[in-house]
């Protein structure tokens, strides 16, 4: 059965460090989409970035980027240049087939000022 | 603006009652979800529409029903609530395929009493 794991469930980073979140993630297919998506105390799911798993290039969005290890199935988010903003869940998330997602359960990041 | 829409934003229940939760969205999308939130769990899905008129079980289904009479619409019920229901509540929707990813609406906190 498909999992993802995120064995963080809380970090903590200095404003305008870079830091890391762990994904892990089991699966048979060749074929499929990983996802992070972030949720503030507003509640709102925001996606933050996406990779396609056929795609050796990691994705980069602005400060966010991820490291896409697909033989070890992990799936790692780096936050560059941390914000007050960026406190918030992050989840991440893997898709297969065309609209089937398995969500971790979770890590809170706490930004210091 | 564009979206999903959850309504009602908070809701307070006591044990058996009935309530039904609505799922608006503006974008066209044909499919569309249902997850519930809880801590160290991440989002379980609870029941998912393919299209106007199909709906199909999730992870969590029990004690929910959910239908899907127009394709902008996506109600869940509760029959008889129970404490163990109490949770936040997230619609989606989503385009066929997986490169988009969903599209959340803001949650429903549900309290059962």
């Known amino acids: 059965a498909q999992t993802v794991t995120q064995s963080q469930p809380e970090m903590s980073v200095q404003e305008a460090e870079t830091v890391t979140l762990s994904c892990t993630y089991d699966t048979s297919e060749s074929d499929y989409y990983l996802f992070w998506y972030k949720q503030p105390p507003s509640r709102q799911m925001i996606l933050v970035i996406r990779?396609?798993?056929?795609?050796?290039q990691n994705a980069t969005e602005n400060r966010f980027s991820v490291n896409f290890q697909k033989a070890a199935k992990s799936f790692s988010l780096k936050i560059s240049d941390s914000q007050l903003g960026d406190a918030a869940m992050y989840f991440c998330a893997y898709v297969y087939g065309t609209y089937k997602y398995i969500f971790g359960t979770g890590t809170r990041l706490k930004v210091l000022a | 603006n564009a979206g999903v829409t959850q309504t009602p934003k908070f809701r307070v229940l006591k044990t058996g009652q009935s309530m039904t939760l609505l799922c608006a969205q503006d974008?066209?999308?044909?499919?569309m979800y249902w997850y519930r939130q809880d801590p160290g769990m991440g989002l379980r899905l609870i029941h998912y529409?393919?299209?106007?008129?199909?709906?199909a079980k999730g992870e969590v289904p029990d004690g929910y029903n959910v239908s899907r009479l127009k394709k902008q619409n996506f109600l869940l019920g509760l029959e008889s609530a129970a404490p163990s229901q109490t949770s936040v509540y997230f619609c989606?929707?989503?385009?066929?395929?997986?490169?988009?990813?969903?599209?959340f609406g803001s949650g429903t906190r549900l309290t059962v009493v």
């Open positions: 989606a929707s989503s385009i066929p395929g997986r490169r988009r990813g969903y599209t």
């Open positions: 974008m066209n999308h044909e499919y």
């Open positions: 529409s393919v299209g106007e008129g199909t709906t």
């Open positions: 990779q396609e798993a056929y795609k050796q």
